[in-house]
């Protein structure tokens, strides 16, 4: 398996898993999958829970635009 798909699978296995679920039992592709069935699902029927993300969304994204340009700018600058 790719690398970067391994990776993406096993966050939001993490994200979306159980307590249950520890770094030392997620070994396996398989391990991870177990682990997300029985997952509790975020409710994005809730508008407020969709307003949070939303919003966490856009405040991440301004996060990143900032560190670009400020890297940006040092690049230039010197």
């Known amino acids: 398996m790719n690398a970067g798909v ?3 699978v096993l966050s939001l296995g993490l994200m979306q898993g159980e307590s249950r679920c520890c770094f030392a039992q997620l070994l396996t592709l398989t391990d991870i999958l177990s682990c997300w069935k029985g997952a509790r699902k975020i409710p994005f029927d809730d508008p407020q829970v ?3 993300v ?3 969304y856009i ?3 301004a ?3 900032a560190v670009y340009y400020y890297i940006s ?3 230039r600058l010197f």
């Open 54 to 56: 939303r919003v966490g």
């Open 63 to 65: 996060f990143i635009l």
């Open 73 to 75: 700018l040092a690049v």
């Open 59 to 61: 405040v991440t994204q």
């Open 50 to 52: 969709l307003m949070y």
């Open 6 to 8: 391994q990776n993406l």
